[in-house]
């Protein structure tokens, strides 16, 4: 990826930043957060996330993951992360698009951390439209109760990496940590490829 340094990175993971977790403050309890890129409309982030989803850059996934996992791989508070899980799509998205956009990322997170990668935790029971073109209220209204838990035993007791595309309000990511909750004794991180 030769356009690094035009990228916004936000060195959360390195700085000890609690950005991430301010967006989720008072909402969900995390461990740690950190989004590789800070967002912004039309800007080189939003066009390489949308070549990713859009445009079948499946390889995007794939390079970010690598970028961020070869980071986190260096960081105490990311090494002992046991389990990636993706925020998953609904089946008919799924079906639509031909790939979840978060599961290349995820797995070379999980494989720079020598942790499992399990995508048959989390379920999206709601096909929601895209969330791109809406407003942040809407987005939080939308992600309502949108999500549900299967293998419960398979991650308790387990320190889980949440892994996403983009956080904005956070709550898909609130919902997805509300349901992990049921399982017990689980810590919960986050980690996107960007930031609102």
Request: glycine residues 6%.
């Amino acid at each position: 990826m030769d356009c690094r340094h035009d990228l916004p990175v936000t060195n959360f993971h390195f700085d000890d930043s609690d950005d991430v977790a301010k967006v989720l403050y008072g909402r969900a309890k995390i461990e740690d957060g950190t989004a590789l890129f800070r967002f912004e409309k039309k800007g080189n982030v939003q066009q390489l996330i949308h070549n990713l989803k859009y445009r079948d850059h499946e390889n995007i996934g794939f390079l970010l993951g690598n970028w961020l996992g070869g980071e986190l791989k260096t960081i105490k508070n990311y090494k002992t992360i046991d389990i990636v899980i993706p925020v998953p799509l609904h089946k008919k998205k799924l079906k639509t698009r031909g790939f979840n956009q978060v599961a290349k990322f995820g797995q070379q997170i999980a494989e720079a951390l020598n942790a499992d990668y399990m995508d048959d935790v989390l379920l999206k029971l709601t096909n929601t439209k895209t969330q791109s073109k809406k407003g942040r209220l809407a987005r939080w209204i939308n992600s309502e109760e949108l999500f549900a838990i299967q293998n419960i035993p398979s991650i308790e007791n387990k320190h889980i990496l949440l892994v996403d595309d983009i956080i904005t309000t956070g709550a898909t990511l609130e919902a997805c940590i509300s349901v992990l909750n049921e399982a017990k004794n689980i810590k919960i991180s986050i980690a996107t490829m960007a930031i609102a």
